[in-house]
């Protein structure tokens, strides 16, 4: 999925692509422990702020550069899903599938979804990956 606005603080979107595609590259490249560990600190909070992404995603779309639409892969649309999962995690300490296919899934739209949107380096800097 293209970027929907214009990336901010000056970062071409050719180098928020190249982040966005080594990031999956990087993470179909781990073990599935690998990537529940990884999942697991994200859906704990550690290096990911899921308060500050989701207060940049709600300026953008009061702004209406971005639209909500019940459309599989739509920014808004998997950041809700991300957030069920979230608080699932929350409530019963795993997510609503046990499945690696489905952790890694999650873990890739958790890394890029905010480049999707545009966020660039506001983005990047709420999520530190290893």
């Not at 180098?15 to 560990?37: C, P, T």
């Not at 999942?39 to 909070?45: A, I, R, S, T």
């Not at 639409?69 to 739509?74: F, I, K, L």
Request: aromatic share 10%.
């Amino acid at each position: 999925m293209a970027c929907k606005v214009p990336l901010q603080s000056g970062i071409r979107h050719n180098d928020a692509y190249a982040w966005s595609k080594n990031a999956v590259l990087r993470i179909e490249a781990l073990s599935e422990q690998q990537v529940f560990s990884e999942l697991q600190e994200v859906m704990e909070g550690r290096n990911y702020s899921w308060h500050s992404i989701n207060e940049l995603l709600k300026g953008l779309l009061d702004q209406g550069d971005l639209k909500f639409t019940v459309v599989d892969g739509d920014v808004l649309f998997e950041w809700n899903n991300l957030c069920d999962e979230k608080r699932e995690w929350e409530r019963k300490g795993r997510l609503s599938h046990s499945c690696a296919e489905f952790n890694r899934d999650c873990l890739v739209n958790l890394m890029i979804l905010p480049f999707q949107a545009g966020l660039s380096l506001e983005g990047e800097f709420f999520i530190r990956s290893n």
